[in-house]
């Protein structure tokens, strides 16, 4: 238990009061026990008295007590000895050894052994005996604090242990189930950031399949330059969500080409990687994904933002990231404030490849780009209504059930149950009824 302790408010602030302790006065002589209940009673301590060490034992087995203080010389038990017991006893409690230049020998053999908290020659001074107690009141203090705080941080590391345990079970439990459904999750993953996708594409004015050729042209180079699976599936994720940090900029500032902004604008919309990366990087399915969002506009020799990584140093899904988006801003205007033609854009990104852009890069996307404009030109698109849809055609555009709620990506094999479920829903509803598929034709 700790000593009370008082404080008194002043104009300066607090002052703190002399703690007030429970003190035991061990000695034969009746005369120096009144002697030492008169000092410190004086002072508001609570004091105590015994004749002999074995009452002093006796009486501290039945109370507790801040400061013991024995004299050196006793029948049947001295001071050394009777302290030495209470120290084994009761450790925590404070000693102080009342001793004459005679006895000074055994005084520092209880030093030693550390016995005693610290000697008072006799005759004492009072004032001096009544600061020693008040700083062996302060020592048991501090001691009972710290002892307090090592308990209560044995019982947290307890707590904390046992929590570890439940948790670490609730984790193998939510593990094994999530295993179990692995291939849903991440197919309700892959639908979150289809939406995620299509919200960005109407906050930028642009349309689903944008978000989608840049997602499959950035594929396709990964494939060319034979990435892994794993970078190849963060850097799908990417090109989704690669703008996704534009959410919060104004439409004016959309609106501008880059090259005709002013360099105030310009910091602002430069900003829009590193928000992307922060809105993501919570999520542990996207941490890849985040990182490449953060440096999609870097450039080789280093003029990007926001770091001025140069070359190797830059991800490689993010110098395919920033070929593929910025083909589809030649082609948009967004880029240059004009819009380009095929020709004209491919022919920009070889000019300024190993200056803004990878050289290797530009040649893959060269390479992956006259397939896709191979492939366009035998692919037809026809909208029909969903009366008319069979079983085994392919979706060309995404469905959704209502606003941002996906239904069926672009790509799929339409099924019949596909098809008699969306007759389903649409029955009775003014919404349109029209699919757009893709044939494919020679």
Not at 152 to 175: I, Y
Not at 212 to 240: C, F, G, M, P, W
Not at 289 to 308: K, L, M, N
């Amino acid at each position: 238990m700790l000593a009370e302790k008082l404080e008194e408010p002043s104009d300066n602030g607090p002052i703190a009061e002399p703690l007030k302790g429970r003190i035991l006065c061990v000695d034969d002589e009746s005369q120096i026990l009144m002697s030492l209940k008169r000092v410190f009673r004086r002072s508001g301590h609570t004091v105590s008295t015994a004749n002999s060490g074995a009452d002093g034992l006796a009486f501290l087995a039945e109370n507790e007590v801040d400061i013991v203080i024995s004299d050196m010389r006793m029948p049947e038990m001295d001071g050394h000895h009777f302290l030495a017991e209470v120290a084994k006893l009761y450790p925590e409690t404070v000693r102080m050894l009342l001793t004459g230049y005679a006895d000074m020998e055994s005084t520092i053999g209880a030093i030693n052994n550390g016995s005693i908290y610290r000697y008072i020659a006799k005759p004492w001074d009072d004032t001096d005996l009544l600061m020693c107690a008040q700083g062996a009141l302060e020592i048991k203090n501090l001691r009972d604090e710290r002892d307090q705080l090592n308990a209560l941080t044995v019982k947290q590391n307890e707590d904390l242990q046992s929590l570890n345990t439940s948790l670490e079970a609730k984790v193998r439990e939510r593990t094994a189930e999530l295993e179990a459904s692995k291939g849903e999750i991440e197919r309700g993953y892959l639908d979150s950031i289809a939406v995620f996708a299509r919200i960005i594409g109407m906050r930028e004015g642009e349309t689903a399949a944008q978000g989608e050729r840049i997602a499959n042209a950035a594929s396709l180079v990964a494939d060319q330059l034979e990435l892994n699976e794993t970078q190849k599936k963060d850097l799908h994720y990417a090109s989704l969500l690669h703008d996704i940090g534009k959410i919060g900029l104004s439409d004016d500032l959309l609106k501008t080409p880059y090259d005709q902004m002013n360099d105030e604008q310009k910091e602002q919309f430069q900003q829009h990687t590193t928000n992307g990366e922060a809105l993501l990087v919570t999520l542990p399915p996207l941490h890849g994904a985040a990182s490449i969002i953060r440096s999609h506009h870097e450039q080789v020799s280093g003029g990007g933002y926001p770091d001025q990584l140069k070359g190797d140093d830059i991800p490689i899904e993010s110098r395919i990231l920033l070929v593929v988006n910025e083909y589809e801003e030649l082609l948009s205007g967004m880029l240059a404030g004009r819009a380009l033609d095929s020709a004209s854009a491919i022919n920009y990104l070889v000019s300024h490849s190993k200056i803004r852009y990878d050289s290797a890069v530009v040649e893959a996307f060269i390479a992956i780009n006259k397939n896709l404009e191979q492939t366009k030109s035998v692919q037809k698109e026809m909208i029909l209504n969903i009366d008319n849809v069979e079983p085994g055609m392919i979706l060309a555009e995404d469905v959704y059930l209502r606003e941002n709620v996906l239904m069926l990506r672009s790509g799929q094999v339409l099924t019949a149950t596909f098809i008699a479920k969306y007759k389903t829903l649409k029955k009775g509803s003014k919404d349109s009824m029209l699919l757009k598929i893709r044939t494919e034709g020679a």
